[in-house]
């Protein structure tokens, strides 16, 4: 019989597993039975959309039983099974699940990670047998074959017995190491309370062969022990239990049994509704991106539910994009089991579920805002940018639920603050929200554009994510308050100067000549009224400023869009005195030092200078 070999990727997670010291190796039964849950879940939809089929209840369970004599611990079901090429297909090549995500995008090093972070599946059986054999036989077809592996060498499939469709998933235990003891998972009492803390949920009987004593016959005295077939699980699934009932562990069990996530949920949501729509659902806030979070190839949605059977794995339709994060289940009676996609989306009960649970996530986080300040922060680092993205691509309604959970960094508190905050804190005079848009807090903070805003006493808001003038912009105002650039040409601020000016005129002629030197890569030049200690500056006039502008350089339909600058100089800095020189006596001089002023500009916002060997040169011409 021909051994084949398991795809590349899968044969690297096989002798991971196999190598394994991840020390929660339990979770191994788990995914068995998370398995045959998922099978006898196939054929009960089956059975539901097919009027020549019935579903007996009593006839779909999952059994665990103990051979203790010959180290065998066996999960069989009575799912849908699978043909040969399915065995092939399934159990050769790692599914869809996690680990390939993980495999792309990190060198697999130390198992003991993604053991703990991912769904890992099938292979987990590896952990704890150094043989597994598959025993199936495929719903309608009456022929059964055995999978077989004995690790990352290869597998064998070959025809077989088996009396009725299902699968059977046999274990040969490990023998007992140095470290550690496999003879665990041989014992009743072991293998039972796994399946407590990680199955309880299951809505199909899990059954166990549960050994039991009682008196001999005509004895008073002597015992016997028998075996007496028990379901070890509660069956009733999580969503319809009730809530003072569970701990935050079944959730987070919960969680980790679905595949939610690797990490731990930030926080959970548990919604039972009755009304025009009813329905339970189970909403989880992870607590970090997922993998490929911020990518296109993510895929939102939530699973669903109708009345206990799984209709759709992933229903983009219940959440929002900026809500793309939440995972978690709905289970509604309402809805039809016979719906296809594309009914489901023009579905009346499934929007009043969608936007009732829209109000219910954005409850919990303000909630969370509020009350676990800390939380919320640490879920913002995660899901702020989604949240702005959300501000940025939504009109009306979703902008206005979305404003109060934005969070920006404040010159003033060195910490976070939500708009809100800003402008309870506003002097009565300040007209604007005063924002600077850049690369990092430590940059913006030296920014000279934002002087005259600081002076004054005013808050500024550190913009440091591309999306964050986008958004802002959109937003438009927050309580009235309109936002401003502190790059923008006019801040809104009255200066000394303003007041008492008549001498800016003195300069028309020589910021004309400047200007006509620079062409067309400045609108304007001007005398500053916000540069206090720094020479010049760059601003910009009109919608899109200098950040945006940057942002923008990098999308490749806007490559074009730019701001209009305007060169500021301060007219109180020294540099003044050789530049009035330059313009009484040598224009070409003046030419010199206006391109020098104006690349010390563009270095200052961040943006590359025209001719960076020019300019070194123009530096060391000015230093012999
Ligand atoms: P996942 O469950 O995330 O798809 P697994 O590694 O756990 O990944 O399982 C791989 C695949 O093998 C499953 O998707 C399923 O098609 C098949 N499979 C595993 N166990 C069973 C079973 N008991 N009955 C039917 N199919 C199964
Ligand atoms: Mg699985």
């Known amino acids: 019989m021909a051994q084949k070999q398991f795809q590349a990727e899968s044969k690297k997670l096989l002798d991971l597993m196999i190598n394994s010291v991840y020390t929660h190796k339990e979770i191994f039964l788990r995914e068995l039975i998370s398995n045959a849950s998922d099978a006898i879940d196939k054929i009960y939809y089956k059975t539901l959309t097919d009027d020549s089929l019935t579903f007996d209840k009593d006839n779909y369970y999952i059994k665990v039983i103990i051979d203790k004599k010959n180290r065998i611990l066996k999960v069989t079901d009575t799912g849908i099974g699978m ?5 092939d297909e399934n159990l050769g090549v790692i599914a869809k699940s996690g680990s390939m995500a993980f495999k792309n995008e990190h060198e697999i090093k130390d198992g003991h990670d993604i053991i703990g972070q991912f769904g890992v599946g099938f292979y987990s059986a590896f952990m704890v047998a150094d043989t597994v054999t598959v025993v199936s036989k495929a719903f309608g077809s009456d022929e059964a074959f055995m999978w077989k592996s004995s690790g990352s060498e290869g597998y064998t499939i070959e025809p ?85 009932e569970l701990k935050q562990e079944d959730y987070e069990n919960f969680y980790a049994e679905k595949h939610y996530g690797f990490d731990k949920p930030l926080k959970h949501i548990h919604v039972s509704v009755d009304g025009a729509v009813s329905y339970n659902a189970i909403l989880f806030i992870p607590e970090k991106p997922p993998f490929g979070y911020y990518t ?63 109000t219910k996530i954005k409850n919990e986080l303000e909630n ?37 959970l934005l969070l920006f960094y404040s010159s003033k508190e060195k910490k976070m603050v939500t708009l809100n905050e800003y402008v309870s804190r506003m002097p009565e005079e300040q007209k604007y929200i005063y924002y600077a ?12 554009q934002t002087e005259l805003v600081t002076d004054k006493g005013y808050e500024i808001l550190y913009f440091t994510d591309d999306i964050d003038e986008f958004a802002i912009k959109m937003l438009g105002s927050y309580k009235d308050k309109e936002f401003k650039s502190v790059s923008s040409g006019d801040l809104g601020i009255d200066t000394e100067e303003d007041k008492t000016s008549g001498e800016k005129e003195d300069y028309d002629e020589l910021f004309k000549q400047m200007k006509e030197i620079l062409g067309d890569r400045v609108t304007d030049v001007r005398a500053s009224k916000r540069l206090k200690n720094h020479a010049v500056c760059l601003s910009s006039d009109g919608e899109v400023t200098i950040e945006m502008e940057k942002v923008l350089k990098a999308m490749p339909y806007s490559k074009n869009i730019k701001a209009k600058k305007i060169l ?56 012999t």
């Open 83 to 87: 043909t040969k090429e399915e065995l």
């Open 160 to 244: 077989c017995e088996k009396e009725s469709y299902g699968t059977d998933v046999i274990l040969k235990i490990k023998e007992n190491t140095e470290e550690e003891n496999f003879d665990d998972y041989l014992e009743e009492y072991k293998i039972r309370s796994i399946i407590k803390k990680y199955s309880d949920f299951i809505r199909y009987p899990i059954k166990m062969d549960i050994t039991k004593r009682r008196l001999k016959e005509g004895s008073d005295k002597e015992y016997e022990e028998y075996k007496e077939e028990e379901i070890v699980n509660s069956m009733v699934p999580i969503w319809k239990k009730n809530k003072n």
């Open 296 to 358: 296109k190839e993510y895929e939102k949605g939530l699973e669903l539910y109708s009345n206990g059977v799984l209709i759709m794995n992933k229903c983009p339709d219940l959440l929002p994009d900026y809500f793309s994060f939440i995972k978690g289940m709905v289970d509604s009676e309402d809805l039809s089991l016979n719906i296809s996609r594309e009914m489901l989306q023009h579905d009346r009960q499934l929007k009043l579920i969608a936007k009732n649970i829209n």
């Open 368 to 404: 969370l805002l509020k009350n676990e300040r800390d939380k919320y922060e640490t879920f913002y680092k995660s899901f702020g940018p989604q949240l702005k993205y959300g501000v940025y691509s939504n009109f009306g309604i979703d902008k206005d639920l979305l404003k109060d």
């Open 437 to 448: 848009a850049g690369d990092s807090i430590e940059r913006l903070a030296k920014l000279p």
């Open 568 to 623: 500021e100089i301060n007219v109180n800095h020294e540099v003044m005195e050789p530049i009035r020189k330059a313009f009484a006596e040598d224009r070409e001089k003046l030419a010199f030092y206006t391109n020098l002023l104006y690349n010390q500009a563009l270095l200052i916002e961040g943006l590359p200078v025209d001719d960076p060997v020019e300019f070194s040169n123009s530096i060391c011409k000015l230093m």
